[in-house]
């Protein structure tokens, strides 16, 4: 009912009239009791909407992950080394080379084998040792760092909280020094290795991998688990 010289669009909304808030939570609801859908808060929302991880983001974080996980390898592998011989192997590169376990049984190191091989093949000619202790070291850690990246990519994709990054030593353990480096000729068979050499490059490889997944998760864009914007 309309006052005289009062427009219609004037007149005050009864108080008992559900706002336009008030109705949506009401269809929400009718929604969730007819289809049994359970819709997320808002903040939920807008959480899922910035765990989204943009692919670079998730290369990074890897790839410097890969990077301290290999010089802990370094470390690692050369205090296993002085605990057995209590004589280091003697390589252009030192510890940083991290191949004691090769160089304790062939007195060759595959880093160096690759620089080398890389050298011959781009600039016609073998490196200087003073040049090999700079190029080895590099081909270890960009090895390292670009098998990070590729596993933070996954990761960002696969995101589990359990996960501590022992699966990414093994893995890496397993394909890489123990089938792809006698492969590519870069190290002997490993089936002339003795056992304790396995051992060690396999607790190397696992320091690798937990450091690796420890710094990547730290540094990630998002480490938790992504929250879906409509939960059944």
């Known amino acids: 009912m309309c006052r005289r010289g009062v427009p219609v669009t004037s007149i005050p909304s009864s108080p008992y009239e559900p706002s336009s808030r008030a ?25 899922a909407r ?15 992950g890969g990077l301290a996980g290999t010089l802990a390898m370094n470390y690692a592998q050369r205090l296993w080394t002085l605990a057995a011989d209590r004589h280091p192997p003697e390589s252009a590169a030192g510890e940083h080379d991290a191949r004691d376990w090769q160089e304790r049984s062939e007195h060759q190191n595959s880093n160096e084998l690759a620089s080398q091989y890389l050298a011959i093949t781009f ?24 098998v990070a990246a590729c596993y933070g990519l996954w990761a960002a994709t696969h995101q589990d909280t359990r996960r501590s990054g022992a699966m990414l030593g093994v893995v890496l353990w397993l394909t890489a020094d123990e089938v792809a480096m006698p492969l590519m000729r870069l190290s ?14 396999f607790a190397a ?5 937990v450091t690796t997944e420890q710094v990547r998760r730290a540094i990630a864009p998002c480490s938790a688990e992504r929250r879906p914007l409509l939960a059944a």
């Open 188 to 201: 002997g068979p490993t089936t002339e290795r003795r056992w304790p050499l396995h051992v060690q490059s």
């Open 50 to 64: 910035s765990a989204v991880v943009r692919p670079w983001m998730a290369v990074a974080a890897g790839a410097v």
């Open 123 to 146: 600039l016609h000619r073998r490196l200087t040792h003073r040049e090999l202790a700079i190029a080895a070291p590099v081909v270890h850690f960009a090895f390292g760092a670009t």
């Open 205 to 209: 490889h696992l320091v690798y991998g």
């Open 23 to 47: 109705r949506g939570r009401r269809n929400r609801t009718d929604l969730d009791r007819q289809f049994g859908l359970q819709f997320a808060p808002a903040s939920d929302v807008r959480h």
